[in-house]
């Protein structure tokens, strides 16, 4: 990646491929935002001649060298649901938020889902 007001490029570390849908509003396939995010970067020089690429592959691309047929991906997706709950105090709202959410009485299903992430897991 470059950074646009720099002119530097940035080797991203940790990317992760995500999608996910606005807090508030209708969760539909057109309403996703999908986008990738990383750990950390590395900001590398601004002249593509004076970076050194297989140096960057062979330090931080390990995981991805992995050759074969089978290869492990984590799918994560991440449920969310906002309940307003009275209660005198913050305290009191979670202690009924976590009652409510053991006894199934909030039960979170497709219609909550916010985001999925394809995470490569390093076979051991």
Known sequence: MMNMASGQFVAAIGVQYYSRYP?????????????????????????????????????????????????????????????????DCLGDAIDEAMKRYQSEKIVLDADDHRETKYIPVKNR
């Open 23 to 87: 807090h508030a509003g209708e969760y539909t396939e057109e309403n996703a935002e999908v986008g990738i995010e990383w750990g950390h970067g590395v900001y590398l020089s601004a002249t593509p001649s004076e970076i050194d690429f297989v140096g960057l592959r062979a330090e931080y691309c390990e995981p991805y060298r992995q050759m074969g047929d089978s290869f492990s991906i984590e799918i994560r997706e991440v449920l969310s649901r906002v309940e307003n709950i009275r209660a």
